[in-house]
């Protein structure tokens, strides 16, 4: 019998992407699998439409949980009733028939595997890799993402406990949940998967991209919500301070800030967003987890500290 696969997708204000992804799986060659769809806190009509759909479990949160929060539950209830690994699929993404098929069994055949993710190709195209693996050295201060999977080979290859996946579709075996627990809550959202892969490879676990498995995923052009500024600015602080030693940190925060005042000079004229970085640096720096507050406003004495740093 085919181990029993828990599909956790998350939907947020975002109905049509969400039912997409959720007629995706219906090609899949893989059968013994549970859809289970997280409604985070939509203020639309997704509750109502996603109501509708037969073929799922939908769980629904009175508010938003992020990506962290809103996996967390279903993970924990997938292990605790019986599954045997746990998909976290992004909304935007849609599978290849064969996908799921390939990832369990890579991963039955080998249990030292902590982490499991498909080549991610950009959405529209046939053959345009988004994300194939990062490699990642904490004492070099390193991590280099690839879209060649001749280098990820070789990254997989010499350096297996060194690899980070996305978590766009990513596959997480029951040992590696009960070895490490859930996501950590305090990202919220991005940057997440680089500390759980990290944590993954810290407790003697190998990650690999199944390279014959294929998903597609939505790519981003131009600027992004003010969201997306605030927490990757600040969740880069949050991951470097987790996994580094002082000294290393120091050198890492340094980089972030400096990576803030360009990002702030290439955001000219668009004071929310630089906002946003702004703010999510300083989280960072202080610590302060959690979901972005949109109503902030960047304070004087904050902006006085990133113009003497810039």
């Not at 890492?252 to 004071?271: E, F, G, H, V």
């Amino acid at each position: 019998m085919q181990p029993l696969v828990h599909i956790i997708i998350l939907n947020w204000n975002d109905y049509k992407k969400t039912i997409s992804c959720i007629k995706s799986l219906d090609s899949l060659k893989y059968h013994n699998f549970e859809t289970i769809v997280i409604d985070n806190g939509s203020t639309n009509e997704s509750i109502e439409i996603l109501s509708q759909s037969s073929n799922i479990e939908l769980k629904c949160n009175s508010t938003n949980l992020g990506f962290t929060g809103g996996n967390n539950g279903a993970m924990e209830e997938a292990i605790n009733t019986g599954a045997d690994y746990v998909w976290l699929l992004n909304n935007d993404a849609t599978v290849e028939p064969d996908c799921l098929d390939k990832l369990v069994n890579a991963a039955e055949n080998d249990k030292n595997i902590g982490l499991l993710s498909p080549v991610i190709y950009e959405a529209g195209t046939t053959d345009k890799i988004q994300n194939c693996g990062t490699c990642f050295d904490l004492s070099k201060l390193m991590m280099e993402e690839t879209t060649d999977i001749l280098i990820s080979q070789q990254w997989q290859k010499e350096t297996p406990y060194n690899i980070i996946l996305w978590g766009t579709a990513l596959l997480i075996p029951k040992h590696t949940i009960k070895s490490i627990g859930t996501l950590d809550e305090r990202f919220f959202a991005y940057a997440e998967d680089l500390d759980y892969s990290i944590r993954s490879a810290k407790a003697g676990y190998k990650n690999i991209t199944v390279y014959d498995a294929k998903i597609w995923h939505e790519g981003h052009t131009g600027h992004r919500k003010p969201y997306y500024y605030y927490y990757t600015n600040r969740n880069s602080l949050f991951l470097w301070k987790k996994h580094l030693g002082f000294t290393q940190y120091i050198k890492r925060a340094w980089w972030n800030i400096d990576r803030t005042n360009k990002r702030m000079a290439d955001l000219n004229n668009q004071p929310e967003l630089i906002s946003a970085c702004v703010l999510g640096c300083w989280d960072g720096l202080c610590g302060v987890g959690g979901e972005f507050n949109s109503a902030r406003n960047v304070n004087k004495f904050i902006k006085k500290i990133f113009s003497m740093l810039s």
